[in-house]
């Protein structure tokens, strides 16, 4: 099997790897943490669904959640841009206990992660409430490894369980109010077909159109090979009929969340009638309405909601489907060149642990992040997966503020100050070429899914000159940022002993190990042996000590400094210099 799991505990590189992977990266007690234990035990750490729910986001003008009531003071374009600020405090676990943090931080990342697959533009939504709701349900979603489990009203009655997996996400998405405006399933009809959600669920939410740089060659008009343009009409008219529901009234008994309604009221009028049938692409099948559902042979919601299940369910019995998702979760964790070598074993191995367990993420996660291929190649398979990601903007600042353990303003105690900070970061991630919420394409960010280039659609000429800007204001002396600055000396006196602290070359190669991702066997003397070169080091150590230079002899006079506890300024600005040049450097923009 080419998943075959990883033994033996972590170790600092691969703890260090697997954080950034899955949680924003992580600070350096939880890196040390995590190297004492086996994949196995990190990732069930990780799947810890012991979780609270995420308190609701709060207008600054009212004190109170808007979510719920509706009610607010702030305008619309400031709620949108609150509900955003209050999420990256969620992806940074403001306010959880520290023994829930990563588990919390990884749901929040698989929340991102169903954010970029089933994508929304804030602009085009135009309702703060609906992008909570539509995240809400991501969350709900995030950890499926067990069903959901719905209470009985009468104690004496058995518990309704409803599937919790990818496909009832897929289910649920198609009737999501945000979704309904973002691809216009509102405007879907009875004799007025809106295509655009059916397309969009076909292209990029399930089938696809296979392994991208080799998808097959269409064999007639219209046909995408896994399926047809015949299919994307049959589709739309299963889809046809539901409206946006603006009071989020209208509450789905599985989810305990709004969902759109029908047209009409009782009797879903707009809703294209009859038997849908589907290409040779999808086996000729065919969706049927459910008359014990329609009210005098009429359709209704809930006739409706089954023909989009059968739809659904018809998706998933396509093979393609499988491996279309698991490819992009293998892209999202691990690496974005997929060939048919790899989309042939592990992709294939992936698809077959997803359909195994009932289209449920979970275990193809739990085989992915506990193999050694996600950390390093086997014997024979070329190179390793350290630092093959090149990051998001939100993975540079998210994780920037993860490894120096920055904490937030609290959001019940400090309200304006906690929205000062996020907001900030916002803008950080926006200057860094990610408008969080407002992807440039219906598909998505670029990074996630634009072939040939994939991940390195975030480097630009501008956006890197962004990102470093942002490192020299958070460390250096005299800059001004809305997050403030991290205190560099009292970081390395908290992080490192003096044994380390005082020595200049083993201070590198010790924030090296955590900082950095292929930062193992290090050495200042023995070239050759270690991930980073010794010129490499070198020229860290020239940042450090001999730009500018002040003594005769920089590094003992470093020592000096250090164990006597003299001239904090002049060991301050050193460090900044140090800590500038690591993390202003092409290695700490990979992941």
């Known amino acids: ?29 939880e890196i040390d943490t995590f190297a004492t234990l086996t994949p196995a035990q990190a990732v069930a750490q990780l799947f810890n669904t ?7 986001p709060i207008d600054p003008l009212t004190g109170s959640e808007w979510i719920t009531t509706g009610n607010s003071q702030s305008e619309g374009f400031e709620l949108e841009q609150y509900f955003l600020a209050w999420h990256l405090g969620q992806m940074l676990a403001n306010g959880i206990d520290d023994s829930l943090k990563l588990p919390y931080i990884f749901r929040e990342r698989l929340v991102f992660f169903l954010h970029t697959h089933f994508t929304t533009k804030r ?65 879907n009809v009875k004799g007025s077909p809106n295509e655009n959600y059916a397309r969009e669920l076909l292209e ?27 299919d994307v009409q049959a589709g739309a008219q299963v889809l046809s009929g539901f409206n946006v529901d603006p009071t989020f009234s209208n509450i789905d008994e599985d989810t305990g969340l709004p969902r759109g309604t029908v047209r009409g009221g009782n009797i879903a009028t707009s809703h294209e009638e009859g038997v849908k049938s589907f290409s040779s692409r999808m086996g000729n099948a065919s969706v049927t309405p459910d008359a014990t559902l329609e009210l005098a042979g009429n359709p209704t919601e809930e006739s409706v909601l089954d023909e989009i299940s059968q739809f659904v369910d018809l998706i998933y019995d396509q093979e393609e489907t499988a491996r279309s998702i698991c490819r992009e979760v293998y892209r999202f964790f691990v690496y974005h060149q997929v060939d048919q070598s790899l989309q042939d074993d592990i992709i294939q191995e992936m698809a077959d642990i997803f359909t195994a367990n009932d289209y449920k993420l979970q275990p193809v996660l739990e085989a992915l992040l506990t193999s050694r291929h996600f950390y390093e190649a086997e014997a024979g398979k070329g190179d390793n997966n350290f630092g093959s990601i090149i990051k998001s903007p939100l993975d540079v600042v998210l994780g920037f503020i993860r490894n120096f353990d920055i904490q937030l303003p609290d959001y019940e105690t400090n309200l304006t100050e906690y929205y000062d900070f996020t907001i900030g970061v916002l803008g950080e991630i926006r200057l860094q070429g990610m408008d969080y919420y407002e992807p440039f394409e219906v598909a998505g960010y670029p990074a996630y899914h634009q072939f040939p280039i994939f991940n390195r659609s975030w480097i630009t000429t501008n956006y890197l000159t962004n990102r470093y800007n942002f490192i020299r204001g958070s460390i250096s002396e005299g800059m001004e940022m809305e997050m403030g600055q991290v205190d560099i000396l009292q970081f390395v006196r908290n992080n490192f002993p003096d044994a380390v602290a005082s020595n200049a070359r083993d201070l590198i190669i010790a924030v090296a190990e955590y900082l950095l991702p292929t930062a193992e066997n290090l050495s200042f003397d023995t070239p050759d042996v270690g991930e980073l070169t010794v010129e490499r080091l070198n020229y860290f150590l020239t940042a450090f000590l001999y730009s500018p230079q002040l003594d005769p002899d920089p590094e003992d006079m470093w020592t000096n400094r250090w164990l006597n506890g003299l001239d904090d300024e002049v060991i301050a600005n050193q460090l900044s210099n140090l800590f500038n040049a690591m993390l202003q450097s092409p290695e700490y923009q990979l992941m």
Request: charged content about 25%.
């Open 1 to 29: 099997m080419p998943l075959n799991a990883l033994t033996g505990t972590l170790g600092k590189k691969r703890a260090a790897h697997l954080l950034r992977r899955t949680c924003f990266g992580g600070s350096i007690t």
């Open 50 to 56: 012991e979780l609270p729910d995420p308190v609701l």
């Open 123 to 187: 602009s085009v939504v135009g309702s703060s409430r609906g992008l909570y709701y539509q995240q809400a349900l991501f969350r709900l979603f995030a950890f499926d490894g067990e069903d959901i489990t719905i209470p009985a009203d009468d104690p004496i009655d058995p518990d309704t369980i409803v599937p919790r997996n990818f496909k009832q996400l897929t289910k649920k998405i198609s009737v999501d109010n945000a979704m309904l405006v973002f691809l216009d399933g509102r405007f």
């Open 204 to 230: 990029l939410y399930s089938i696809g159109r296979g392994l991208e740089g080799n998808v097959p060659e269409p064999e007639f008009q219209g046909d995408y090979y896994y399926y047809t343009e015949e």
